[in-house]
């Protein structure tokens, strides 16, 4: 790395942009470009993203230098640059608004906003805006999310706020359609509990209960529909044959029945 050799200094120096207020750049511009407006200011960002939190140029709308301006405009300009540091020290992340007027390359007023960042000390100082072309470049929502706060912070004080957040890109199909599984999936998967599940089941609940509560009452037991009577049980044990007993014992109580009573003189 070697330093560049000073030049030797020219006899006329070159006109600026819109010297004669016919090529003027910032006159040119319509509000739309500009994230704030007011009747006599106006404050744009650059086209993109950068590395630095925020970068903003302050101008005012009538073609003058800052020598050039009258008591009006100049007390306004105090006024504008305390507010809009504020603005920009307002935002998470920053630490200094370093405030700078070149003038050398646009006739037009135009002050310069620069954002350092929280916690880069190295940042510090009067290289703040080459670091700017060196440094990873912010995202890009991020960034607009600051011109958004900047731009409302401004209009509080009156003014017109242009620049918005940026909006949730989200996407959804146009339709819907099933696949050939899905009826069959949906037959085969049990069915979840709704209210009526609920509901019936409580009153199948209160029912037995009601029927518990009036057999202790009258005495008698309540089985279940599905559990067979006892009765009937007892009655078909009498009609079947007793197997149990072996023949001769069934036959001898039957003529020992039939025989008739002995006569005792």
């Known amino acids: 790395m070697r330093v560049k050799q000073l030049a030797a200094p020219v ?17 040119s511009t319509p509000d739309d470009a500009y994230i704030w407006v007011s ?15 925020m970068v903003l140029i302050l101008e005012c ?23 809009l540091e504020r603005a920009i020290r307002s935002l998470d992340g920053v630490a200094r608004v370093h405030v700078n007027r070149w003038g050398d390359g646009s006739a037009h007023l135009h002050m310069w906003f620069l954002a350092r960042p929280y916690g880069r000390l190295q940042l510090r100082g009067t290289f703040l805006s080459l670091w700017d072309d060196i440094l990873p470049v912010i995202p890009e929502q991020q960034w607009r999310e600051n011109l958004a706060l900047v731009a409302a912070w401004l209009a509080e004080f009156g003014g017109k706020a242009n620049a918005e957040p940026a ?30 599940d609920v509901e019936a089941a409580e009153s199948l609940l209160d029912e ?11 005495g008698a037991s309540v089985l279940p529909a599905s559990t067979p009577v006892a009765a009937d049980s007892e009655a078909s044990a009498d009609q079947r044959p007793d197997t149990d007993l072996p023949p001769t014992v069934g036959a001898t109580a039957t003529s020992a029945s039939a025989q008739p009573e002995a006569t005792h003189p």
């Open 39 to 53: 009747e006599r200011w106006r404050v744009r960002a650059m086209d993109r993203p950068t590395g630095l939190p």
């Open 167 to 196: 909006h949730i890109q989200w996407e959804s199909p146009s339709t819907f359609t099933p696949t050939a599984n899905t009826a069959t999936d949906n037959e085969d998967a049990p069915r979840p509990t709704t209210l009526g």
């Open 61 to 83: 709308r009538s073609h003058l230098d800052m020598g050039d301006l009258p008591n009006l405009l100049a007390a306004e300009l105090g006024v504008m640059t305390v507010r």
């Open 208 to 218: 037995t209960s009601s029927s518990s509560t009036i057999a202790a009452e009258s």
């Open 11 to 27: 006899d006329v120096e070159p006109p600026r942009s819109g010297e004669d207020g016919t090529d003027c750049v910032a006159c």
